[in-house]
């Protein structure tokens, strides 16, 4: 037999094998099949591929490395705002850019630069798998890649430009040294504070050109393009400096496994802090707080990433209202600049500043912001800073969760608005995870108090049990359901001291909370921008991406929300800590807050149609170490009570004047309804018990004049609070508490304490409430905020007395 025969038989024999076998089987292609199927895909993709290699052609480089300048503009869609986005980029050869700077860039962005051919498959494949088993998302580009891609492409998430890429990134590394390429990603690659190009990243960081940076800047530069703009120590939050550090740890890590520098130096580097950001040009008054809060919402929204926004090209209609925003600066400088003297007290009115926010409830539109003085001089922006700890504005959001947690107080009855708690100043809180004794301002015994009356007068022994009593986890969760950062400090429901204000969300963040409480219990996220365009020279205006919706999201229950609501109105009434407000002459409900040390003085409050909050505080301009506000203006303590309140009636007066007065529209919660009556604020019960009381006592009408519900039970009169002398509490090691601003002393009187009377003010006075002499304990400094100052020349030290407590 042949050998063409014997291949002819055998061929024969499986054709008659493969008849034998089931149709089902027979349907199935055999293994050659299969094989001869995928040697030619392959074939015809090695073709598609040399083709596409071929035909691709590499881009102009200069015709994407025009940059534009963005637009902003007021809400109005025609006046201009700023102008900003033009690349500050100046290109610096390979030479000039120090070997440490190189390797650096290398060790934090591909530790294989010097080995791959352009693109790292084993990288692109790690990284896929990696962001697929949840160890975040991450990518496998290459230096190359990254290059090609920002002086050739575009910043588009699509597969056709990510095809082009590759092509590219091949072509590239065949045609140019690694050299050149490294030189091209350094010239062309975001670094923040709108620098391209790691010469300009050098001036903007460090103040230095690229030829002078240390190993350690250079690390940190490197740690930057990751996150530009989360990244930078100088601005960003606890949480995002501590990944940048420890981004730079990384990058310096990679220098040791690469060779580039030995383990004993690398353990002698310390973190070099870079210096504070420089105002860009045309930025000058509040114009840069403005574009501050749009990019941020931008960039945090994800609507476009922080290199595409900063390259510019793009006209922005903010949400911004001119006059709104003009009112909020007035209202400051009206306010508080006009009586801080920093010539004749150099120690307490110097570096005084401001947060500020103002949001609509029904849309959460961010109207206006106050961020500082002028960006020119001070280019921080406070309205978004997330480091100053907000005090009894908190207690608002205890009191929610109170109503919706199920739980009940000591005694085992449900938790209401008119529950009753032992008010004595310093009582230990029961079943806190942590010992917590927290004083009352003035260490005020305010005896059986409910929960209503204990807000009003800012009670803290009271508000401090009642978070446990709620579960200081169910606390937390209420809070970031209403708007306040998951990621912020003071957020921890192991630390019994949360429930009285630890936690620091920006002022817009705690405008985002009151205005979800407005807006009976419906939370926004606040948005500013509202139109979003990208313009390119010659072609007009090309795709942009959508905007996000603004839908509510139910944060609490309607009557959970206009409970809360129904109790902070009477904190803006003749005997609550926010009677500064009754200036408005209009329904208002709000919240004061001052935290340990009189390190910060908040006012949180809203109208119907919109919430305001205004935060004070002092900064060394140098450390940025938080300084008390005793002193300022020559007041012996600053409560939110005081300027805060001010500027927030200031502000508020002259934005709704001329507007129809609204009132709020209240379905409060059963249980939950104002008893009839005018009441004391408080028994003077020193050793009541920590549960709470059947029988609650009437507190004051309705600031806005709207009848109250029947109470369960009548009210019971009773004397004023007694002020005693001060016991010192344990402390809690490790742990600084912020309390939050609660009572101020009062006049005794035999039927309710006399009201508060606000600190001196430059607007008309004569509807303001008046009071008799404040009570305080011995050897006590009376509160500022409700005593008029002395003419200069017989004002009291512009300093705390020794003897008086923490104010909260």
Excluded at 202 to 227: F, H, I, K
Excluded at 337 to 361: C, F, H, I, K, Q
Excluded at 695 to 708: I, L, V
Aim: aromatic residues 6%.
């Amino acid at each position: 037999m042949t050998l063409r025969t014997s291949r002819q038989a055998r061929r024969a024999a499986r054709r008659e094998a493969r008849r034998a076998l089931p149709l089902w089987r027979r349907l199935l292609p055999t293994w050659r099949v299969l094989l001869g199927a995928a040697l030619t895909a392959l074939l015809l993709a090695v073709g598609a591929f040399a083709v596409l290699y071929v035909v691709v052609p590499l881009p102009d480089p200069n015709a994407q490395a025009v940059a534009q300048s963005n637009i902003y503009l007021y809400a109005d869609g025609v006046t201009e705002i700023a102008r900003t986005g033009a690349v500050n980029r100046t290109d610096v050869t390979i030479d000039k850019v120090p070997i440490s700077t190189r390797q650096a860039v290398v060790s934090a962005e591909d530790r294989t630069f010097y080995q791959n051919r352009g693109i790292d498959l084993k990288g692109m494949v790690r990284a896929g798998w990696n962001s697929l088993t949840g160890q975040g998302m991450q990518g496998g580009s290459t230096i190359t890649q990254q290059y090609v891609k920002n002086y050739y492409l575009t910043q588009s998430r699509t597969i056709e430009r990510k095809g082009r890429e590759l092509l590219i990134a091949l072509k590239v590394d065949q045609q140019r040294d690694k050299d050149e390429i490294l030189a091209g990603y350094l010239n062309t690659s975001y670094f923040g504070r709108g620098a391209y190009g790691v010469q300009s990243a050098a001036r903007a960081y460090y103040g230095v050109d690229v030829s002078e940076l240390t190993l350690p800047q250079s690390a940190y530069l490197a740690a930057l393009l990751q996150a530009p703009s989360l990244y930078d120590v100088k601005t960003a939050t606890p949480a995002n400096r501590e990944r940048a550090v420890a981004r730079w740890h990384y990058t310096l890590d990679g220098m040791v496994q690469l060779g580039f520098l030995s383990a004993t130096e690398r353990a002698a580097l310390a973190f070099p802090d870079p210096i504070d950001p420089q105002p860009a040009s045309g930025l000058a008054g509040q114009a840069g707080y403005l574009v501050g809060v749009a990019d941020d919402y931008l960039v945090g929204s994800g609507i476009l990433d922080s290199a595409t926004l900063k390259a510019g090209g793009w006209r922005i209609t903010t949400t911004f209202d001119q006059q709104k925003q003009d009112a909020f600066a007035h209202a400051v400088h009206d306010e508080l600049t006009e009586e801080l003297d920093p010539a004749a007290r150099p120690d307490t009115d110097t570096d005084v500043r401001v947060a500020g926010a103002s949001v609509e409830p029904a849309t959460g539109r961010v109207v206006a912001v106050y961020g500082g003085p002028d960006y020119a001089r001070q280019p921080y922006n406070d309205a978004l800073r997330q480091d100053n700890q907000i005090g009894s504005t908190f207690k608002p959001i205890d009191l929610a969760a109170g109503l919706t947690s199920n739980h009940s107080s000591g005694d085992g009855r449900p938790i209401t608005t008119e529950t009753r708690y032992d008010g004595t100043s310093e009582r230990p809180v029961t079943d806190g995870p942590t010992p917590y004794a927290p004083p009352n301002e003035d260490d005020i015994d305010y005896g059986t108090v409910t929960l209503r009356q204990a807000m009003v007068k800012s009670v803290n022994s009271v508000y401090a049990q009642l978070g446990v009593d709620a579960g200081l986890d169910h606390v937390r969760e209420t809070a970031v359901r209403l708007g306040i950062p998951a990621d912020v400090s003071g957020m921890d429901p192991a630390n019994t001291s949360m429930t009285l204000g630890t936690a620091t969300p920006s002022a817009l963040d705690l405008a985002a909370v009151y205005a979800a409480l407005a807006n009976h219990g419906g939370a926004h996220r606040p948005w500013s921008v509202a139109a979003l365009e990208r313009i390119t020279p010659g072609t007009g205006p090309v795709d942009a991406p959508d905007l996000p919706g603004h839908e509510a999201a139910a944060a609490l229950d309607r009557g959970t929300a206009d409970a809360v609501t129904d109790v902070l109105r009477e904190v803006v009434g003749p005997r609550g800590t926010g009677a500064a407000a009754l200036d408005l002459g209009r329904p208002a409900a709000g919240k004061t807050g001052t935290t340990d040390a009189n390190l910060s003085a908040w006012f949180a409050g809203y109208t119907p149609e919109l919430a305001t909050t205004v935060g004070l505080f002092r900064e060394n301009p140098k450390t940025h170490a938080k300084e008390p506000l005793a002193g300022t203006a020559g007041y012996a303590r600053i409560n939110g009570g005081a300027f805060p309140t001010r500027i927030w009636t200031a502000y508020m007066s002259d934005v709704l004047e001329g507007t129809a007065v609204q009132s709020f529209d209240l379905e409060p919660a059963e249980g939950n309804g104002r008893p009839v009556g005018g009441g004391p604020a408080g028994t003077p019960t020193p050793t009541a018990p920590a549960s709470a009381s059947a029988t609650p006592t009437a507190p004051s009408p309705a600031p806005d004049g709207t009848a109250g519900q029947a109470p369960a039970a009548p009210a019971v009169p009773a004397a004023p609070p007694v002020p005693r002398q001060p016991t010192v509490p344990a402390p809690e090691p490790g742990r600084t508490t912020a309390a939050p601003e609660p009572a101020t002393p009062v006049a005794p009187t035999p039927q309710e304490p006399a009201p508060p009377q606000p600190a001196p003010s430059t607007r008309p006075t004569a509807d303001r409430p008046t009071a008799g002499p404040p009570t305080t304990a011995p050897g006590r400094t009376p509160d500022p905020t409700r005593t008029p100052v002395l003419p200069p020349a017989t004002k009291p030290p512009a300093t705390a007395q020794p003897g008086t407590p923490p104010p909260a």
